[in-house]
């Protein structure tokens, strides 16, 4: 019998990939979107869910498991991003983040675990980002909600292993989705003493995601994850360098890497 995957942030980039691959492996999946109405020719069904909304997100799930009579894996990927120096990023803006990225997540997990026990069965993966093992300049607070899931999913996996459910991460570096457009951009002040530093760093992301690796590597990633029977507790997917920036914060001094990071932002 196929497994149900549900796939938040189904409508485009990251999810939208994972969603079409797993449909083309024979899962039965369903995507999440906060209006699946505006979304014509989709590959695989959309459902109404907003991270921001517990009602929204109950009903999501409901729904699913009306349809379906069970959930099997949940790929909880909707996020935002946001940029800026932190001393000019509004701090109502750092909420919004930390709500979707972080408690968004978070409360997408409480929905679906009550089903998950019931069958005693069930995996969550959780997306989060290479950037969340580092606090990179002007994307601090992206660094700090993805880094706040990875530490969440350690501890929750020992709190559910009891029930049947893994939980994991997958932590993906720069690819090639439309992310860049969907964040809060700080704007770049005339007169910020940050001005000069800050848009050279905007223009330094967007190359980056403009020249990232196609999405289908996260795809084929979560897809293989779904097939092990005991799933380890951090997946990383992204080029070489930006995988063995995180061997090399675990061995080197913390200066020494900050001057490592200072130099690639050219700070």
Do not use: W
Not at 82 to 88: H, L, Q, Y
């Amino acid at each position: 019998m196929a497994k149900v995957v549900l796939v938040t942030g189904g409508s485009s980039g990251i999810g939208k990939s994972v969603g079409e691959y797993l449909c083309s492996k024979g899962f039965v999946v369903y995507g999440t979107s906060r209006n699946p109405q505006t979304i014509k020719n989709h590959p695989f069904k959309l459902v109404a869910l907003d991270v921001r909304n517990v009602s929204t997100i109950n009903a999501a799930v409901a729904e699913v498991i009306k349809n379906e009579g069970k959930l099997d894996v949940l790929v909880n990927n909707a996020g935002m991003g946001i940029t800026g120096p932190i001393e000019e990023t509004p701090t109502d803006e750092m909420r919004k983040v930390f709500d979707t990225n972080f408690f968004g997540a978070i409360d997408v997990m409480k929905a679906v675990l009550p089903q998950m026990r019931k069958q005693n069965s069930g995996l969550i993966i959780n997306v989060t980002s290479i950037a969340g093992y580092m606090g990179l300049p002007f994307r601090g607070i992206y660094s700090a909600s993805k880094g706040a899931l990875e530490i969440v999913t350690e501890a929750i996996r020992m709190e559910v292993k009891e029930f049947g459910v893994e939980i994991t991460n997958v932590a993906p570096g720069d690819f090639a989705t439309n992310i860049a457009s969907g964040r809060f951009h700080t704007p770049v002040f005339e007169n910020s003493p940050y001005k000069d530093k800050y848009q050279s760093n905007l223009e330094l992301m967007d190359a980056h995601v403009d020249s990232g690796s196609d999405p289908i590597q996260m795809a084929e990633a979560i897809h293989k994850i779904i097939n092990l029977e005991k799933p380890n507790i951090h997946y990383k997917v992204g080029d070489f360098m930006q995988k063995f920036s995180i061997v090399l914060k675990k061995i080197l001094p913390d200066k020494v890497y900050e001057k490592l990071l200072m130099n690639h932002y050219k700070l």
